[in-house]
């Protein structure tokens, strides 16, 4: 059974930094399609990034295209946000999220491309 363990959420003022990770148990990270989605009180979980299983794709939302980058390390089977500019509207829980084998989009908005989930990590963004 796959595994997807989050990491490095925490409390940050607007304007500040933070990088997440995903660790993934299985043997099929490499072949996989990686992504976030958030989810703050009352609201929908959300799209926020996904990188191809290659590494050559990367996608983002629009609001945070320019802050945020996706990548990922296919020997240490982790995949990583970085966050830069944080705003208050940034504060969520971040879910880690992994594709089935070779999936390469285009559907990357919904979760509909998601078989497994992380537990998630709180990130909150104060002003």
């Known amino acids: 059974q796959v595994q997807l363990v989050e990491s490095g959420g925490g409390l940050v003022q607007a304007g500040g930094s933070l990088r997440l990770s995903c660790a993934a148990s299985?043997?099929?990270?490499?072949?996989?399609?990686m992504g976030w989605f958030r989810q703050s009180p009352g609201k929908e979980r959300e799209f926020v990034a996904a990188?191809?299983?290659?590494?050559?794709?990367?996608v983002y939302t629009d609001t945070v295209k320019g802050r945020f980058t996706i990548s990922r390390d296919n020997v240490k089977n982790t995949v990583y946000l970085q966050m830069n500019s944080l705003k208050p509207e940034d504060t969520a829980v971040y879910f880690c999220?992994?594709?089935?084998?070779?999936?390469?989009?285009?559907?990357?908005?919904?979760?509909?491309?998601?078989?497994?989930w992380g537990q998630g990590t709180q990130v909150t963004v104060s002003s």
């Open positions: 990188i191809s299983w290659s590494g050559g794709s990367t």
């Open positions: 299985g043997r099929t990270f490499s072949i996989s399609t």
């Open positions: 999220a992994r594709s089935g084998p070779f999936y390469s989009g285009p559907n990357y908005y919904s979760a509909s491309w998601v078989r497994d």
